[in-house]
């Protein structure tokens, strides 16, 4: 079975620091995706990035950046100079890749607070 | 616009009563999935679709049926809701069986079963 753990339940950092949202997984398979998605107050859920497991590159896009580490088997999120409306909780998955048909497990959510 | 859409929003309703949760996407994708979202426990995929007729299940399929009849539509059933089922409930769709770049969530339906 596949599992992911985001350890942070709650961070709240003041607007402009940087922080880094952490994701541990674990799981038996050599092929998979790792997913980090973003939940604002409004509750719609917003894909950020897919990272596949032979790709360990890591990429960056604006002031956001992710670092996939499989020898650690971490695939963390850091937020640049973060801003207010970076608040919200923020999601990290791993799909699992059997015969084409994908299934998909969430961690528990990490919830970011920026104080202006 | 691309987008998937849910109904009802809102529901409120009793022990036992069958209830249908609508989902539905214009982007001919073919890979459909339902996950509820519970405080403290993120989400957890309860059923997902490959394709027209072909459903499997998530972590927690127990107490839901779903059905893939058109290609469109990826309806949750509930055919006796339990209080333990109170939760908030996305679909979702995807454009390719690989994990394409873009999965769309619809906008949630928050259920209450009493």
């Known amino acids: 079975a596949q599992k992911v753990t985001q350890a942070q339940t709650e961070i709240s950092v003041v607007e402009k620091e940087d922080v880094t949202l952490d994701c541990v997984y674990e799981?038996?398979?050599?092929?998979?995706?790792l997913f980090w998605y973003k939940q604002p107050p409004s509750g719609e859920l917003v894909f950020l990035i897919r990272r596949n497991s032979f790709d360990e590159q890591n990429e960056i896009s604006g002031r956001y950046s992710w670092n996939f580490q499989k020898s650690t088997s971490s695939f963390n999120f850091t937020i640049t100079a973060s801003q207010v409306v970076d608040s919200a909780v923020y999601f990290c998955?791993?799909?699992?890749?059997?015969?084409?048909?994908?299934?998909?497990?969430f961690g528990t959510g990490t919830k970011l607070q920026v104080i202006p | 616009e691309a987008q998937v859409t849910q109904n009802p929003r809102y529901l409120i309703t009793v022990t036992g009563k069958k209830l249908t949760v609508t989902c539905s996407q214009n982007?001919?994708?073919?890979?459909m999935s339902w996950y509820r979202q519970d405080p403290g426990l993120g989400l957890r995929q309860i059923y997902y679709s490959m394709n027209v007729e072909v459903t499997d299940k998530g972590d927690v399929p127990e107490g839901y049926k779903v059905s893939r009849k058109e290609k469109r539509n990826f309806p949750l059933i509930l055919e006796s809701p339990s209080p333990n089922q109170t939760s908030l409930y996305f679909c979702?769709?995807?454009?390719?069986?690989?994990?394409?770049?873009?999965?769309?969530f619809g906008p949630g339906t928050r259920l209450l079963v009493l």
């Open positions: 799981t038996r398979d050599t092929t998979y995706y």
């Open positions: 998955a791993m799909g699992k890749v059997p015969g084409g048909y994908q299934k998909v497990t």
């Open positions: 979702a769709s995807r454009d390719d069986r690989w994990g394409g770049e873009t999965q769309y």
């Open positions: 982007m001919n994708h073919e890979y």
